[in-house]
């Protein structure tokens, strides 16, 4: 059975989050709303499966719901260019540190950016 790999991606969200969502909005003190808000995450399932659940409210088997709900309700589209660079990577653990790498990353460039 291969190994799971994982995968960082980018979905662009509607700037309505910024004024509508406090926590997002106090996450990203930096924004200037010339840049976009996204959301990055990181996923075992390809970017676009992924974004599917999300946008449908995906529940699991076990009946936890997966999908983030900033992204339900505000997510655009997939932005390949900011997270085609990253290689998939084998672990979780490094799966979530990167993530967490590029949303930090895209803050600094001034981007509004949510993640877990």
Same mark, same amino acid.
């Given at each position: +059975?291969?190994?799971?790999?994982?995968? =960082?991606? @980018? &979905?662009?969200?509607? !700037?309505? @989050?910024?004024?509508? %969502?406090?926590?997002?909005?106090?996450?990203?003190?930096?924004? %200037?709303?010339?840049?976009?808000?996204?959301? &990055?995450?990181?996923?075992?399932?390809?970017?676009?499966?992924?974004?599917?659940?999300?946008?449908?409210?995906? =529940? %699991? !088997?076990?009946?936890? !719901?997966?999908?983030?709900?900033? &992204?339900?309700?505000?997510?655009?589209?997939?932005?390949?260019?900011?997270?085609?660079? =990253?290689?998939? +990577?084998?672990?979780?653990?490094?799966?979530?540190?990167?993530?967490?790498?590029?949303?930090?990353?895209?803050?600094?460039?001034?981007?509004? &950016?949510?993640? %877990?």
């Amino acid at each position: +059975m291969p190994k799971t790999q994982y995968r =960082i991606y @980018v &979905v662009e969200l509607s !700037k309505r @989050v910024f004024t509508e %969502n406090r926590r997002f909005r106090e996450a990203n003190p930096q924004f %200037n709303g010339v840049l976009e808000c996204l959301y &990055v995450g990181m996923t075992s399932k390809t970017p676009k499966e992924r974004f599917a659940q999300h946008k449908t409210g995906y =529940i %699991n !088997k076990k009946g936890h !719901k997966l999908s983030s709900n900033i &992204v339900q309700k505000y997510g655009s589209y997939l932005r390949p260019s900011l997270y085609n660079h =990253i290689k998939p +990577m084998e672990s979780r653990a490094e799966a979530l540190k990167m993530e967490r790498l590029l949303a930090m990353e895209l803050r600094r460039k001034r981007y509004a &950016v949510w993640f %877990n």
